[in-house]
């Protein structure tokens, strides 16, 4: 079977991009559900953004201690363990009868799309025709961008129109983990040389000199787009049912995904604005962004929370996109999984620690300021990155 399906072209790189996106849907299906857990479960709006978050935490410690371990003993078993780690989330949400149950939910959520993130990715590209190729690129892109819009969009439709809304959605995603598992055990496997797991050592984010310059503005960009997906999947719909009144689970759902939907746009588009030129113009679009949702906050006003999705997730994945390819070129070959795991650190720490400062003061001053103290600050880190841009020597015309 993996000879016959090594042999079908661009099958098997279309198969590996479906269990990609199955895996990171799953990391977001919690999104529009949080309200009701609260209802349930009893806790605040800081408790929300920090359940949230321990998923970023998860992420971080793959990436860091076990991000190279698909190099070493292929990329098969690793997605496996990721995919086993993703059902085992399900569970924990499924059998949810406290707060703790949330918790290691999350976390076996983040330790699933940490194993994912690299592996995938190089796995998608590997078994595409000619390796490495920017249609392959894009697969691998819109799987993991186009799996977290699908999860709360699949868990808000769920929960909206279908009965058990907090049991549904996890046993859907189980079904097709299985299913997942099942087309991975069919696809070959790309890593020849394989090494014991004990060879696999934590990767110790590093940046050589001459990356420096080139990773500030794009560290900041990208810790700014993580952040602002950070709020939309966490503290969004509780803005919506408070100040918009959308109980509506699927629209919430909806608003979240299409923020990652146009982060597929956005990545698509770098290959025909060139990196140079995507960097810039993804940093006023995330400026766009934040400045809707602000007015979005301050006049409660559904259309510009659409808009600001919209934009925001479209200035995200042009920022993003290009950033990790102009850190990857600038990084000398024997340290460039250093960097570009220093990056990611910096992106995951985007979508955690903001939101839950949001979360903080949100107990103190109420949710629509704490919003908009987040977005200032956002804001200024942004404007800061593309002034950058444009004025260093042999800055971009945009």
Known sequence: MDGGLARRGWLPCYVSGAVFAVCMAGTTLPTPLYSLYQDELGFSELTVTVVYAVYAFGVIGVLLLAGNASDAV???????????????????????????????????????????????????????????????????????????????????????????????PFVGHLVLLAASAALLLGLPETVSRRRPLSTVRPQRPG??????????????????????????????????????????????GLIVALAFFASIAGQAAVGRMGEARSLPLGCAGLLGGLTLLACALWWHLLPLVVLSALLGGAGQGLAFRAALAQVAAAS????????????????????????????????????????????????????CAGVYLLRRPGGVRV
């Open 74 to 168: 292929g990329r098969r078993p690793v997605l496996l363990v990721g995919l086993g780690c993703a059902a085992a989330s399900a569970v924990c949400f499924l059998g949810a009868t406290a707060l703790g149950w949330l918790f290691a939910g999350r976390l076996l959520s983040g330790l699933s799309a940490g194993l994912f993130t690299g592996a995938a990715t190089a796995y998608v590209m590997e078994l595409a025709p000619g390796k490495g190729s920017p249609r392959a690129s894009l697969v691998a892109t819109a799987a993991n961008m186009g799996g977290l819009g699908c999860g709360p969009l699949l868990a808000g439709l769920l929960a909206q129109y279908a009965p058990w809304p907090l049991r549904l």
């Open 207 to 252: 940046l050589p000199p001459k990356v420096r310059a080139v990773f500030g503005p794009a560290a900041l960009a990208s810790f700014v787009g993580f952040a602002l997906f950070g709020v939309f999947t966490s503290v969004s719909p509780a803005f919506l049912a408070q100040f918009l009144d959308v109980d509506n689970h699927a629209v919430s």
């Open 332 to 383: 000398p070959a024997d340290h460039r999984a250093a960097v570009i795991s220093s990056l990611f650190v910096v992106a995951y720490t985007g979508i955690s620690l903001p939101v839950i400062g949001v979360g903080i003061l949100s107990g103190h001053i109420g949710l629509q300021d704490a919003g908009l103290v987040f977005i200032a600050c956002m804001a200024v880190l942004v404007a």
